[in-house]
């Protein structure tokens, strides 16, 4: 999924484990992405958030990214939950746009 939409540049921001620790996996992504590509990592996090439950227990992706851009004013969160990514302001994590 991810890699269908390969870019040249930030793609290697990934990283993902090999396998499963316990029951969950967990899944990051860290560059630095100019601020007209937050579109194409925008879209990568949707498809993710969209991935249907693996197992009896309907469990959808959830997850929270941090975007910081010196274009910003403060941090911005990507909320994943229930197949959708919600933007919200992040004030108390202001200071890592500085």
């Known amino acids: ?8 540049l930030y793609s290697g921001g990934w ?4 396998a499963p620790f316990n029951w969950s996996l ?3 992504y860290g560059g630095d992405i ?6 194409w990592l925008r ?16 469990d959808w992706p959830t997850g929270l990214f ?3 851009a010196e274009e910003r ?12 990514v919600t933007e919200l302001p992040a004030p108390g994590l202001s200071w890592l746009g500085q």
Request: overall charge negative; cysteine-free; proline content about 4%.
């Open 15 to 18: 990283a993902f484990p090999s």
């Open 43 to 58: 879209g990568q996090v949707e498809q993710l958030a969209e991935m249907a439950p693996v197992d009896g227990d309907d």
């Open 26 to 28: 967990y899944l990051f």
């Open 73 to 84: 004013d403060g941090a911005q969160m990507w909320q994943v939950r229930e197949a959708t």
């Open 1 to 8: 999924m991810v890699s269908a939409n390969r870019h040249e």
């Open 34 to 39: 100019r601020q007209g590509e937050l579109s």
């Open 66 to 68: 941090v975007v910081t």
